[in-house]
């Protein structure tokens, strides 16, 4: 599995999950090595001087605003970012937390990879819009502001490695957003019966990623490529 892949799903158990984050991701601070017995390899962190605890509510709005932006669901990205203090420079904060330009983040992040052409569009946006992102850090949580500057180092990681925005980031920060949301709904119902429903919908929701991860694998590799090629073939059979 790449390094970027490891580090990002370890990032999301921490975020969603755990809520415990250590916020100096950049390259100095991880280091890869090879268990000599089981052959794995494990991402150790360094430099642990930089930590944020995420308060519950903090923790399950950014879940279900990141949720949100994977599924281009603009009245929910609306709604999380101002309950996350971007009142109404929400569509500044969507592109500030996703790195993604607005158009891109209407059309879904994941849908295409980040372009030459829209870097620049950022940067020439990052300058214009100065006092707007200034008035915006005002406002946000101390909590945000350590999280935009964690995800500005894990992308600068994945940049380096050549995976940013890769689909694989999105699913298991998916997953992890889900399991997250179903976790504290249990904690907070007596209910069986509720249990069981939250339960049943959070493992409906991991099966529809897991599915969409092996179409996406099946798309990209020669078997899939026969399985389209044949059922184009059928399609155009008389």
Partial sequence: MPLSRNLGKLYSEMIFVNGFVHCDPHPGNVLVRKCP???????????HGLYQTLTDSFRLDYCRLWQALIKADMKQVQK??????????????????????????????????????????????AANYLPQINVLLNNIPRQMLLLLK??????????ALQTR???SSFLNMSRCCIRAVA???????????????????????????NLYELF?????????????AFLSWMHHCP
């Fill in 37 to 47: 017995t089981t052959h794995k390899t494990h991402i150790i962190l360094l430099d």
């Fill in 80 to 125: 999380y970012s101002r309950k996350l203090g971007a009142g109404d420079l929400y569509p500044l904060f969507a592109c500030m937390l996703t790195a993604r330009s607005w158009e891109s983040v209407n059309r879904g992040i994941d849908q295409l990879p980040v372009t030459a052409k829209e870097n620049v569009e950022i940067r020439t946006n």
């Fill in 150 to 159: 964690t995800n500005d180092l894990l992308r600068g990681v994945e940049s």
């Fill in 165 to 167: 925005a890769s689909a």
């Fill in 183 to 209: 976790t504290y709904q249990r904690s907070k119902t007596d209910s069986l019966y509720r249990k069981a429903q939250i339960s049943l919908s959070e493992a409906l929701g991991l099966w529809q990623i």
């Fill in 216 to 228: 996406l694998r099946l798309k990209g590799s020669q078997l899939g490529n026969w399985v389209i």
